[in-house]
């Protein structure tokens, strides 16, 4: 079975740049999150989808970042414009619905954002 | 505060050694814990997942433990290898939302 595919796997931009991230489920997984991860804490939810459409966004600073999954498949996640402090490391992660979003909760490879 | 805490928050261990990390949450109502590996500038890989009714679970050389009356957990390795070094993170899942609380990490550096 083929994993979560991210990409790039790294990017350096200057800030006050724009950004972009892909990311491709596990074919047949209904929900899909994007993480950020900043050198030595733990993963924050940004985003929650279930289809196409926004469970779960609470976390998500909506001035800059952006986020949409259009058909209910890949999604992608902007940042615009960039600041120093969003240097990290942005997985998405996808799971089944039902009990199966336990034994199914698949991340990412990540990509590591560096804004200089 | 945070809901899942974990220690030590790093350790360096002599490779062929054991180790144990701490994981201490105060999410309710519980659904399971999970220990992730997370190699650096890699996305996290899961190592066990444990449900209420589970107090043992291993994967190879890793072990985890959870004892949900005193919300604790903790992730046991067995003769350390180099490539066992990274950060370990605990995952903690709320019944009914399915909201995942994580732990910061334990960053493990195994020398030889």
């Known amino acids: 079975e083929a994993g979560v595919a991210q990409s790039p796997r790294y990017k350096i931009i200057e800030k006050r740049q724009s950004v972009a991230f892909w990311c491709n489920p596990i074919?047949?997984?209904?929900?899909l999150y994007w993480y950020q991860q900043i050198l030595g804490q733990g993963p924050k939810l940004l985003i929650q989808?279930?289809?196409?459409?926004?469970?779960?966004d609470s976390q998500l600073p909506k001035d800059r970042f952006s986020a949409e999954r259009l058909k209910g498949v890949d999604s992608t996640l902007k940042i615009q414009p960039a600041k120093l402090e969003d240097s990290a490391v942005y997985l998405c992660a996808s799971s089944p619905v039902g009990s199966g979003i336990n034994y199914g909760y698949t991340f990412g490879s990540g990509t590591r954002l560096t804004v200089v | 505060k945070n809901q899942v805490e974990q220690s030590p928050q790093s350790l360096i261990i002599l490779e062929g050694k054991n180790c144990t990390l701490q994981?201490?949450?105060?999410?309710?109502?519980?659904?399971?814990l999970r220990w992730y590996k997370q190699d650096t500038g890699r996305g996290p890989v899961s190592l066990t997942i444990m449900t209420f009714s589970e107090n043992t679970k291993s994967n190879g050389r890793y072990t985890a433990t959870l004892d949900a009356d005193t919300k604790q957990s903790s992730l046991h390795i067995t003769a350390s290898q180099l490539s066992d070094s990274a950060s370990y993170i605990c995952?903690?899942?709320?019944?009914?939302?399915?909201?995942?609380?994580f732990g910061k990490g334990n960053q493990v550096v195994v020398i030889p």
């Open positions: 074919s047949g997984h209904a929900t």
């Open positions: 994981c201490n949450y105060t999410v309710s109502p519980f659904s399971n």
């Open positions: 995952v903690v899942t709320a019944w009914g939302n399915n909201r995942l609380a």
């Open positions: 989808f279930q289809n196409n459409g926004v469970v779960d």
